[in-house]
């Protein structure tokens, strides 16, 4: 079945990057001058798919209004003659039918895919969570829905992390070749003791799900830091092999943490025309400085 619509739970409080996150969303942090969350819509437009729903909360109204038009701008920069910023706004607005449910408490990123039963109804579809910046071509989610299309089952997109980073992961267990770029999985654990987990390959923000998965969600209890876990319904579809992982390509930054957030930062202005020049000046000062 063709993948036509996308999930981005965007609920979260951001509470790593407190203060910048007090009075604004996390999502709408830049990465240079470009709202993270604009990456990850990107991604799904680029992807080819249709509708997007994001699962949002009480303090993220910005990016409803990011993604809508701003009639007032867009007639100043008119009357500014200023073309090229004319173009970039209003072609913000013109990404992709968005839509919008809030979560009405945080009880966990697999409540927040719940959110999104009654949009997604019967089919399969895309999650993405926007603190896993994925850069690369094809994008991430169009590998994904690739992979689909040779399974048949949800699929986990993972990467290997090391040791001391397991516990921050939903990792899986391996039921076939792990080498192989696409491979069944025969369980799933939420963020393992290092000890414990079953291997180095963790899940990365991106998931193909099957409408199966709501029927697990609803009577899922609490798992790890007493949050409903998506990892915990997707253990439950692994031991019935309907789950399989999926080694991505490109470059993936995690900007939820501070120093992915950094290097996110620097690596996209090192690929920006308009930038990367003088800013690698910037750094080749600094280094010769020994700073
Ligand atoms: C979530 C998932 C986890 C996954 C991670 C990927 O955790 O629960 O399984 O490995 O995203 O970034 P979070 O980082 O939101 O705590």
Redesign the pocket.
């Known amino acids: 079945m063709e993948i036509k619509k996308a999930v981005i739970p965007a609920a979260g409080w951001g509470t790593r990057f407190l203060p910048a996150t007090k009075a604004q969303p996390k999502e709408m942090l830049p990465l240079i001058d470009k709202p993270a969350i604009q990456y990850i819509v990107e991604e799904v437009r680029d992807s080819g798919l249709k509708d997007l729903l994001l699962i949002t909360g009480k303090t993220k109204r910005p990016i409803e209004d990011h993604f809508d038009r701003s009639v007032e701008l867009e007639d100043f920069l008119r009357e500014k003659n200023n073309n090229s910023m004319l173009d970039l706004v209003e072609d913000i607005a013109k990404l992709m039918d968005i839509y919008y449910v809030r979560q009405k408490a945080q009880l966990g990123?697999g409540h927040a895919v719940y959110c999104a039963r009654s949009f997604i109804n019967d089919e399969p579809f895309g999650v993405l969570?926007s603190?896993?910046i994925i850069l690369g071509d094809p994008p991430c989610l169009q590998q994904m829905i690739d992979a689909y299309h040779k399974t048949g089952t949800a699929v986990v997109a993972v990467m290997e992390v090391k040791d001391e980073e397991v516990h921050?992961?939903?990792i899986v267990f391996p039921a076939g070749d792990s080498n192989r770029n696409l491979f069944p999985v025969s369980s799933l654990v939420?963020k393992p003791f290092r000890e414990k987990a079953p291997s180095n390959l963790?899940?990365?923000?991106r998931y193909i799900l099957l409408p199966e998965i709501f029927d697990i969600l609803e009577d899922l209890p609490p798992g790890r830091g007493g949050e409903i876990?998506?990892?915990d319904a997707l253990n439950i579809l692994a031991q019935q092999g309907k789950v399989h992982a999926y080694r991505f390509t490109g470059q993936r930054y995690?900007i939820?943490d501070k120093l992915g957030f950094l290097e996110a930062t620097v690596d996209i202005a090192l690929s920006r025309p308009d930038i990367a020049e003088s800013f690698l000046r910037y750094l080749s000062s600094k280094v010769q400085r020994g700073a």
């Open positions: 990123l969570l603190d896993d921050k992961y939903g939420e963790a899940v990365i923000g876990q998506l990892t995690d939820g």
